[in-house]
């Protein structure tokens, strides 16, 4: 896969979440230069909510959200992670917490934030889970409760970290990437392949989605 060197920002080879499990492991130091790309993103201007997609399922990018959300939230920033995939959520899985309430919630008036609000046994790391899969998940995406609640949380956090659906599969991800200041793109070696690399490059572009970065995620 070719993309530029700025968009290329490292390589992971286990899907747990070691940077809590093992923070000096080697892996760990592999997220921490992943933090290290964020934070230089984040020079000019506070581009500080960013949406980590894939071009298809499988690819290991919930598992480096979770990861990386982890590495940055131990140097002491406030860090947010959201899980927008409203189809098929997993972040209250990896942190083995409920997603009786989360995001669905909030955006239907249901439920206040401060409620839906996770609070982990990791400092400085906050959760918002999917909560209840809706019926109408892009409808949800793109209402102005959504854009609301952005906008309000990006002051309030060093860094935003929303968990997507895959680029191919649904609308939800052009949705969410049009409301946040960037998108990483999480692609696995020997499984991703170039067109469907390619692919998710221009239908992000079509969605005015800036593709700040590209993570290579290898499976041992």
């Known amino acids: ?15 747990n979440l070691i940077t809590y499990s093992n923070p000096e492991s080697i892996i760990s130091e592999q997220f921490r230069t992943i933090r290290t790309n964020i934070h230089f993103l984040n020079e000019d201007e ?19 959200i979770a990861n990386t959300a982890i590495s ?17 959520p997993s972040i209250h899985q990896l942190f083995k917490v409920t997603n009786e309430v989360g995001l669905t919630d909030v955006l239907s008036k249901k439920t206040p934030l401060c409620e839906a ?22 409808e ?8 609301e609640l952005l906008l309000h949380i990006k002051p309030l956090y060093d860094l935003i970290l929303v968990d997507s659906p895959s680029v191919l599969e649904v609308t939800d991800t052009k949705v969410l990437a049009n409301l946040c200041d960037g998108v990483i793109l999480v692609v696995q070696k020997a499984k991703t392949k170039l067109v469907a690399a390619q692919e998710s490059k221009k239908v992000l572009e079509f969605a005015k989605a800036p593709l700040v970065g590209v993570i290579v995620n290898q499976v041992s």
């Open 46 to 64: 506070k581009n500080n909510l960013l949406v980590v997609s894939s071009p298809g399922q499988s690819e290991g990018k919930s598992t480096i």
């Open 1 to 15: 896969m070719v993309f530029s060197r700025r968009k290329q920002l490292t390589k992971i080879k286990k899907r």
């Open 72 to 88: 940055i939230a131990q140097q002491k920033e406030k860090v947010l992670l959201i899980d927008g995939n409203l189809r098929n």
């Open 117 to 138: 609000i996770t609070k982990c046994n990791i400092n400085n790391l906050d959760l918002l889970t999917s909560g209840p899969i809706p019926l109408d998940p892009a």
């Open 140 to 147: 949800l995406l793109e209402s102005e409760k959504m854009k």
